[in-house]
């Protein structure tokens, strides 16, 4: 699946590549040249993203934004707790995923990450071990349930619980956190599969 989906964005778009999917394609000996490749910045990932604030209570969209929206720090969903933040981009093709929404949830005090994941009803157990595994902390909790009509795993979890969160961390960065960590969720998923 996985595997696929790199083997597609490196056909069509050999120049952008990231972290994750240079070491993806090293580790599988998916291009000859992938020593050679030059890993785009992080905040990179972003830059063509369809970008809305929306409301929380009515999900009506207050405003479009551009990237440069995604400088700022997260705790501006603190300071602006009616709002949330919804994301749409070519790279979540990748890791299967619609697009990923954020907000601060003020009765727990956490960053809730909010996403439709494109995978299987059948890899529910390996969904789930993963997760048990990786969120961080007595308090780490996530909300997993298929949806038939969509086919789609509708997923949340705070993003507090993920290695690599702190406080003070900008928008983009909380997005490449999560990028990074569903693309793990499913490169082992894959190999949960492979064997």
């Given at each position: 699946m996985l595997r696929e989906r790199i083997e597609k964005h490196l056909k069509e778009k050999s120049k952008d590549i990231f972290k994750e999917e240079k070491e993806y394609a090293q580790k599988h000996q998916l291009l000859s040249n992938a020593d050679a490749l030059e890993i785009k910045n992080p905040p990179a990932r972003f830059a063509d993203a369809y970008i809305e604030r929306g409301d929380k209570e009515t999900e009506e969209v207050l405003s479009r934004e551009t990237a440069d929206f995604l400088n700022q720090p997260i705790d501006y969903f603190?300071?602006?707790?009616?709002?949330?933040?919804?994301l749409e981009s070519e790279w979540f093709d990748i890791i299967g995923a619609d697009a990923i929404s954020f907000e601060f949830d003020d009765l727990f005090r956490t960053y809730d990450v909010m996403l439709g994941l494109k995978l299987p009803k059948k890899k529910e157990a390996a969904i789930r071990s993963y997760l048990d595994k990786t969120l961080q902390g007595d308090s780490a909790t996530y909300d997993l349930m298929f949806n038939q009509q969509d086919g789609l795993w509708e997923l949340?979890?705070?993003?507090?619980?993920?290695?690599?969160?702190q406080e003070g961390m900008t928008i983009s960065d909380a997005y490449s956190l999560i990028y990074r960590y569903l693309f793990l969720l499913i490169e082992t998923i894959d190999e949960?599969?492979?064997s």
């Open positions: 603190v300071q602006n707790m009616k709002e949330f933040i919804y949340n979890f705070a993003l507090d619980h993920l290695e690599g969160f949960v599969a492979e």
